[in-house]
């Protein structure tokens, strides 16, 4: 299954951004949000699996809101009062519950940008 993440664009400070991710097969399965830094490691954001249910890095609880219609095969991540912190590029993959080990391969991600 292919995984195209988009919707990231810039924001300032404050503001919020709606990220999808298209599958091109069915997404019945536990998937997540992770972002990158240059620099850094990959780190997991948010992760919903089959049945609704979900779990947030904590930096980003009560933020963020990770939600899928599987109608559809797509996967969302809401993204509100945004800081300067969250800029990065964005990736949705499937992943392992409850620990997020991502488990498929990467898709082109998303760019988020966070302006003061």
């Known amino acids: 299954v292919q995984l195209q993440a988009s919707g990231g664009g810039l924001v300032q400070a404050g503001g919020s951004l709606t990220l999808s991710c298209a599958a091109s097969g069915s997404i019945f399965k536990t998937m997540g949000w992770y972002r990158q830094v240059p620099g850094k490691e990959r780190e997991l954001v948010a992760l919903?699996?089959?049945?609704?249910?979900?779990k947030y890095a904590n930096y980003v609880q009560g933020r963020f809101n990770i939600y899928r219609d599987d109608a559809k095969n797509t996967l969302y991540l809401e993204m509100t009062s945004l800081k300067l912190e969250d800029i990065a590029v964005y990736h949705c993959?499937?992943?392992?519950?409850?620990?997020?080990?991502?488990?498929?391969?990467w898709g082109r991600g998303t760019q988020v940008t966070v302006s003061s």
């Open positions: 993959n499937f992943g392992q519950w409850p620990t997020g080990q991502p488990l498929g391969s």
């Open positions: 919903a699996d089959g049945n609704g249910v979900t």
